[in-house]
């Protein structure tokens, strides 16, 4: 079974140290330079910039 886009962003940040959770993983067009905790907080709460998180993390690889 598959798993879904939201869950491996969870189980990659789970796994994170706390110390390279404030680092910037990804930059987003629409508002700039986004840390894992940034991104967290947008995939938890279901944003559409959440959704492109994931969609960008997936398309690079990184998770």
């Known amino acids: 079974m598959d798993i879904l886009p ?10 994170l140290p706390v110390g390279l959770r404030d680092q910037v993983v990804i930059v987003v067009p629409e508002v ?10 947008e995939v938890s709460n279901n944003t559409k910039i959440g959704d492109t998180i994931v969609e ?3 398309e690079q690889k990184i998770i």
Do not use: D, H, Q, T
């Not at 939201?6 to 796994?15: G, I, L, M, S």
């Not at 986004?34 to 991104?39: D, R």
């Open 6 to 15: 939201k869950e491996r962003f969870f189980r990659v940040y789970a796994n």
């Open 32 to 41: 700039g330079p986004m840390s894992w905790n940034a991104a967290y907080a």
């Open 56 to 58: 960008k993390l997936i």
